[in-house]
């Protein structure tokens, strides 16, 4: 008998199915499925997703006990061996459930309710059978075709290409279409029209002007521009005849706006023995790793363009990983005026359909460059020459939810598959990758220079402890008032940075210090201006503002901090006339917002730009000539051990937007905490000093780089079950781990409680541990068996981004 049996992971999170299953193959489909491709197949009572991950003749289970696949989904592969492998090994690297690892390399609309749709390319010489089901369509349902049982010849048809298959995604309730108008083509209608209709002036006019339109379509507004008449004139028209309304479906197309071309620029000589490092690195068949650590505006992008431009040269294809790309619209359109339609843009404000599209894109072949958030480090490329990491040192580029992966790792072990570079590049690396490129395990490339020659702006720090006993109370020192009155008289530009990580306005009673706190998390409530409610950012819990104190009733209760739209208050109260940009979660919600409030700001149509963390990156815009921070000792309080290095990297970040250009630049940063060194060398925004401080603090206390940690938290909705568990944890890991590596813990998380489960963790510094994979895939043995069903939520995470 000619047996197939497919080896299958099935879409279902839990342990004891964490590894393959052995389906049959029904005979209809041996010469239809592949390696790779999404089928379903009946598990247990349910019929489940599930992804072939090997096909094979034989198998262990007996015949009568052997389920048959019931559906394929997939007539080309949507995972390629290279990320069957890369998921084999993301299991163990990160010890998540394989069938994690495969979902995380594909676009959601794959997981996502679809339908499949065959359009018909070459109708010439088709199979009668075939010719039936399309009739006079050009395109046809997949389910025509399986009902028939014609997906064999299906499948011929897709490899001669006279057929595509296509995915589209049911959009729920967000269906992309606009309301349009259709001018009849009939003539002597509309002329009738215009005889029923003399005494309407308005109404012939527009009349007498789509005569002139025959069959157009147009939108109502360029109908209103075009003729002058109002909505009501164009509604009685219709209601006569003359026209109707149609709905149209909007091509999704990420990009909103046209880019002019631009050309590689003359390199400076330090940018030239970058570009020959790494092009040198392509010859090679190995994969090879370089820092490209260079200060703001030195021209790293230039390098990663001239760069991609060579890769692009010798067919093949690149990456280029930015932290956030919806924030950084600069980027994109830097790429874009490059290389044209050759770029795909992937990032999360796209929708489910627009995501799908630019990754089929890259799946065949249309495009050559990705430029996407960490996720686009999957890009189903099957011929890379290069992958980059612009800003490497941000967290964003380490996924929070398993596969809790950090998409530097993901792209080293995609460059030894493929043979081809790695460019990491920052201004401020990461301490890790820094000590790496000094040990030789990276190679270093510096830029010590910026490009046009600019010097690097002058940073003042204000001290605001000596602000306030010089009776100074307002957020703004007086040297940034004064810095900042004389942009507004020169009409050059600023940028004021509010560092909102605990910075939040909350609520606070006067007279017992009460804060208000979210019912469910140790978290106080942030204040809204706009709804005037307070809410947790952790949960999304939100109330009214309590007119009294609930703890003692005292109606002196206040808001206190700072959030961005109190700045902008302050600002107009200072400068009536100053012209303020805010850039923050509340203004950015729709999108394309973020670039349309850059543009606007590059257009100058405003004096300030002011927000939180996301203005931090990738602005260029040559009038700053003036950056202020707020508060730089928000983030230098954080009970982690990144936060004196996060903080350095923001103010070093953040300076870097001032005076890029012909312009001198001028940054000034008030803080409480002069003294403390990161601020302190912010200031002269050298980075080495800097390392070598934290490097010996961190040698000091057994942190990474010297030492690798990890972290097991352990939450309950009970706290004594939380500690209990949080105990056998710690327990366990000393029983099991060698005593080289220190655990420390069981503590309380640094939110103790969120969304009421209490919160504790152990933490496991180690240098070198072979069996640290296996005694924590042991104990998550243990807790997937035994734990989970009284209620503890347990997660690893091999490299925690905060502890
Ligand atoms: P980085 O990515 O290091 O912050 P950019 O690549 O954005 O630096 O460069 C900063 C500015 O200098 C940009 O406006 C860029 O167009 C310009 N620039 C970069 N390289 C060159 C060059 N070789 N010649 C002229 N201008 C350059
Ligand atoms: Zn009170
Ligand atoms: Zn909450």
């Not at 490497?392 to 596969?403: A, F």
Request: glycine fraction near 6%; proline fraction near 4%.
């Amino acid at each position: 008998m000619n047996l197939l049996i497919a080896e299958i992971i099935v879409d279902v999170s839990t342990y004891h199915v964490d590894r393959a299953f052995d389906y049959q193959v029904p005979a209809e489909w041996i010469n239809v499925i592949e390696t790779g491709c999404r089928v379903k197949v009946p598990f247990g009572a349910r019929s489940v997703l599930g992804f072939v991950i090997g096909l094979k003749k034989e198998t262990d289970v007996p015949l009568h006990k052997l389920k048959p696949i019931t559906q394929i989904l997939d007539m080309e592969p949507v995972l390629t061996e290279e990320m069957l492998q890369m998921a084999g090994w993301l299991k163990n690297h990160t010890i998540c459930y394989e069938i994690d690892a495969l979902q995380v390399m594909l676009p959601s609309a794959l997981r996502a309710k679809y339908e499949k749709i065959i359009k018909l390319q070459e109708p010439q010489n088709l199979p009668e059978e075939v010719q039936a089901i399309f009739g006079k369509r050009q395109q046809a349902n997949f389910k025509e075709f399986e009902r028939a049982g014609l997906l064999p010849l299906l499948k011929q048809l897709v490899a001669q290409e006279s057929v595509t298959i296509d995915n589209i995604v049911k959009q729920q309730g967000n269906v992309k279409e606009i309301r349009m108008v259709k001018i009849t083509e009939d003539q002597h209608l509309i002329e009738k029209v215009i005889e029923q209709s003399s005494r309407a002036v308005k109404q012939r006019l527009l009349l007498q002007w789509m005569c002139q339109h025959l069959g157009d379509v147009l939108s109502p507004q360029q109908i209103y521009n075009e003729t002058g008449v109002s909505s009501s004139v164009l509604e009685a028209v219709i209601a006569k005849g003359a026209a109707q309304f149609i709905r149209e479906e909007v091509y999704r197309d990420p990009f909103t706006k046209e880019v002019s071309r631009t050309y590689s620029l003359q390199l400076t000589e330090e940018q030239v023995i970058a570009l020959q490092a790494i092009t040198a690195a392509m010859e090679e068949p190995k994969g090879q790793t370089f820092l490209l650590h260079g200060v703001t505006g030195s021209g790293k992008t230039e390098i990663y363009l001239q760069s991609i431009q060579k890769v692009l040269e010798e067919g093949k294809e690149a990456i280029m990983l930015v932290p956030e790309i919806s924030l950084t619209p600069q980027m994109t359109e830097r790429f874009r005026s490059r290389f044209g339609e050759m770029v795909a843009v992937m990032h999360s404000g796209l929708s489910v359909g627009e995501k799908y599209d630019e990754w089929r894109k890259i799946q065949q072949g249309k495009v050559k460059v990705v430029v996407g958030a960490r996720s686009a480090i999957f890009a189903p490329f099957t011929n890379i020459g290069l992958i980059i990491l612009d800003e490497e040192h941000e967290s964003t580029y380490k996924q929070e939810d398993s596969p809790r992966y950090h998409a530097r790792d993901i792209a080293i072990w995609r460059s030894e598959f493929y043979q081809c570079p790695v460019i990491l590049g920052s201004a401020t690396p990461a301490l890790e990758s820094y000590a790496r490129a000094k040990k030789g395990v990276y190679t270093l490339l510096s830029l010590k220079r910026r490009a046009l020659h600019q010097t690097l702006p002058t940073v003042f720090i204000a001290d605001m402890r000596e602000e306030l006993r010089q009776g100074n109370r307002s957020m703004f020192s007086i040297s940034l008032i004064e810095a900042m009155r004389a942009r507004l008289e020169k009409k050059e530009q600023m940028v004021l940075f509010l560092n909102r990580r605990g910075y939040s306005s909350f609520v606070l009673c006067r007279d017992c210090g009460t804060v208000v706190q979210c019912p469910n998390c140790d978290i106080s409530l942030t204040y809204h201006r706009t709804t005037e409610k307070l809410k947790c950012h952790y949960c999304g819990y939100e109330e009214h503002i309590p007119q009294t104190c609930p703890q003692c009733q005292s109606d002196h209760i206040r808001y206190f901090g700072t959030g961005t739209q109190k700045v902008e208050e302050e600002i107009y109260k200072l400068f009536p006339e100053a012209r303020v940009l805010r850039m923050d979660v509340d203004t950015t919600r729709h999108k394309g917002a973020h670039e349309e409030i850059l543009q606007t700001f590059g257009e100058g149509q405003a004096d300030i730009l002011l927000g939180t963390q996301m203005i931090a990156k990738g602005l260029d815009f040559p009038n700053i000539t003036l950056v202020g921070v707020l508060s730089a000792d928000t983030s230098l309080h954080l009970p982690d051990y990144r936060a004196a290095e996060r903080t350095f990297q923001l103010l070093t970040q953040v300076s870097g937007r001032a005076g890029r250009h012909n312009k001198p630049g001028e940054v000034i940063i008030q803080t409480y905490t002069p003294e403390h060194y990161a601020i302190e060398l912010a200031k002269t925004q050298d980075y080495e000093p800097f390392y070598e401080r934290e490097m010996f603090l961190r040698r000091r206390s057994s942190y990474p780089p010297y030492y690798f940690v990890a972290l097991v938290q352990i939450s309950h909705e009970d706290v004594m079950m939380a500690a209990e568990y949080a105990g056998r944890v710690a327990d366990w890991l000393r029983g099991n781990l060698s005593n080289q590596a220190a655990i420390i813990g069981p503590t309380t998380a640094s939110i103790a409680r969120l969304q009421n489960r209490y919160r504790y963790q152990c933490l496991i510094k180690y240098k070198i541990e072979p069996n640290l994979i296996s005694v924590l895939q042991r104990l998550l043995a243990m807790y997937r068996a035994e734990w989970i069903k009284q209620g503890i939520l347990m997660t690893v995470d091999l490299d925690p981004s905060t502890i």
